[in-house]
């Protein structure tokens, strides 16, 4: 079979809901000859990727992404109690953890089982681990890593306290997951001690030697981000809420067909409206505007991709610069990423929503 007709057989029994199958087609790779580490990485981890692919692209359902991410764990399960997987460690310690709010566990229980087949003893915590939980266990355990895994951006300010928190516990920390960026820059920017791209680099790395703890010397975001000396980050963060109201209602004025919106409509807005708010105060306090413009761009495909008018976009931008016009960081981007719009979108100036 090649890695093609692996690959769809799985995507097929997964995205049908059927566990049975979906354990079956990973048992199949498994006799082809692929080691179980390579089934976890080249088999489970790209169909896995697939159903977010496919879930922006409005071809599946949250329900039917909620039923194929569960499923996948399942099948990782029935793997790893394979007599295969039955590994002793003779390494050290790593804890693997998701930062607090992710909720996007499995990449970090790929690494896990990675690293158990490569003879570490880990200690998986699962998503969305509380910081101070996080310490208490870390002083308990003492491992001698631990890998902190993040998919969504908008966790990067608690990812860097995180970082903090666990350095000043005396203990290494490995960063990885699609929040970092592609090439780690938020990993580094926060002075993580390493950051792989994905579970089979980390183990690699792990491997050529634990990373030194840094000195526990007391630290604040503040002293590896200057930038957020000016507060805008806060302030964003803080009036999220209100910020997301009074564009609302602002909106409802400057556009008329929202009025004509079902409650699930104006939720929806409501909801998407408090993404860009969470993705620009992310934006603030990692003084990225790429960030920020990359998520509105990703946004502007997924609203047409369901049918919903991507420029509404363009008066959302020019509410909430105006209600931040006296953060100067804030309202340029907003500009900013209002014009990278525009260029990319030029019908969208001609439309007018009725």
Same mark, same amino acid.
């Given at each position: 079979?090649?890695?093609?007709?692996?690959?769809?057989?799985?995507?097929?029994?997964?995205?049908?809901?059927?566990?049975?199958?979906?354990?079956?087609?990973?048992?199949?790779?498994?006799?082809?000859?692929?080691?179980?580490?390579?089934?976890?990485?080249?088999?489970?981890?790209?169909?896995?990727?697939?159903?977010?692919?496919?879930?922006?692209?409005?071809?599946?359902?949250?329900?039917?992404?909620?039923?194929?991410?569960?499923?996948?764990?399942?099948?990782?399960?029935?793997?790893?109690?394979?007599?295969?997987?039955?590994?002793?460690?003779?390494?050290?310690?790593?804890?693997?953890?998701?930062?607090?709010?992710?909720?996007?566990?499995?990449?970090?229980?790929?690494?896990?089982?990675?690293?158990?087949?490569?003879?570490?003893?880990?200690?998986?915590?699962?998503?969305?681990?509380?910081?101070?939980?996080?310490?208490?266990?870390?002083?308990?355990?003492?491992?001698?890593?631990?890998?902190?895994?993040?998919?969504?951006?908008?966790?990067?300010?608690?990812?860097?306290?995180?970082?903090?928190?666990?350095?000043?516990?005396?203990?290494?920390?490995?960063?990885?997951? #699609? +929040?970092?960026?592609? /090439?780690?820059?938020? =990993?580094?920017?926060?002075?993580?001690? %390493?950051? $792989?791209?994905?579970?089979? &680099?980390?183990?690699?790395?792990?491997?050529?030697?634990?990373?030194?703890?840094?000195?526990?010397?007391?630290?604040?975001?503040?002293?590896?981000?200057?930038?957020?000396?000016?507060?805008?980050?806060?302030?964003?963060?803080?009036?999220?809420?209100?910020?997301?109201?009074?564009?609302?209602?602002?909106?409802?004025?400057?556009?008329?067909?929202?009025?004509?919106?079902?409650?699930?409509?104006?939720?929806?807005?409501?909801?998407?409206?408090?993404?860009?708010?969470?993705?620009?105060?992310?934006?603030?306090?990692?003084?990225?505007?790429?960030?920020?413009?990359?998520?509105?761009?990703?946004?502007?495909?997924?609203?047409?991709?369901?049918?919903?008018?991507?420029?509404?976009?363009?008066?959302?931008?020019?509410?909430? #610069? +105006?209600?931040?016009? /006296?953060?100067?960081? =804030?309202?340029?981007?907003?500009?900013? %990423?209002? $014009?990278?719009?525009?260029? &990319?979108?030029?019908?969208?100036?001609?439309?007018?929503?009725?």
């Amino acid at each position: 079979m090649t890695p093609a007709d692996r690959l769809d057989r799985l995507w097929q029994t997964v995205l049908a809901g059927d566990e049975r199958a979906a354990v079956g087609a990973a048992f199949a790779a498994l006799d082809d000859g692929l080691g179980l580490e390579d089934v976890l990485l080249e088999v489970i981890a790209p169909i896995q990727a697939k159903v977010g692919l496919e879930w922006a692209a409005n071809q599946i359902s949250v329900a039917q992404e909620h039923a194929a991410t569960a499923i996948n764990g399942r099948v990782i399960a029935a793997l790893t109690r394979h007599s295969a997987a039955r590994v002793e460690p003779r390494h050290g310690r790593i804890t693997v953890a998701c930062i607090d709010g992710e909720w996007h566990a499995l990449p970090a229980r790929l690494l896990s089982e990675v690293l158990r087949l490569r003879g570490w003893q880990v200690d998986f915590l699962g998503a969305t681990v509380p910081t101070q939980h996080l310490i208490a266990h870390l002083r308990l355990a003492g491992p001698d890593a631990v890998a902190l895994s993040s998919s969504v951006a908008t966790r990067l300010p608690t990812a860097h306290a995180t970082i903090i928190a666990c350095q000043a516990a005396g203990i290494p920390v490995f960063a990885g997951g #699609a +929040a970092f960026g592609g /090439d780690g820059r938020y =990993a580094h920017m926060f002075g993580a001690n %390493v950051w $792989a791209p994905n579970a089979r &680099r980390a183990a690699d790395l792990l491997a050529g030697g634990l990373p030194r703890p840094k000195l526990a010397q007391p630290r604040q975001p503040v002293d590896d981000l200057p930038h957020l000396a000016d507060h805008e980050y806060t302030l964003v963060a803080r009036t999220a809420r209100s910020l997301v109201r009074q564009t609302m209602a602002d909106l409802m004025e400057r556009l008329p067909a929202m009025k004509r919106y079902t409650s699930q409509q104006l939720d929806h807005t409501a909801a998407d409206i408090a993404h860009i708010v969470d993705f620009l105060a992310t934006a603030l306090y990692t003084n990225s505007p790429e960030l920020f413009a990359g998520f509105l761009r990703w946004t502007a495909e997924i609203l047409m991709a369901r049918g919903v008018p991507g420029q509404v976009l363009l008066p959302t931008l020019d509410v909430l #610069a +105006a209600g931040l016009k /006296d953060a100067t960081r =804030a309202s340029r981007l907003l500009k900013e %990423v209002r $014009a990278d719009l525009d260029d &990319r979108y030029p019908n969208w100036s001609r439309q007018r929503f009725r």
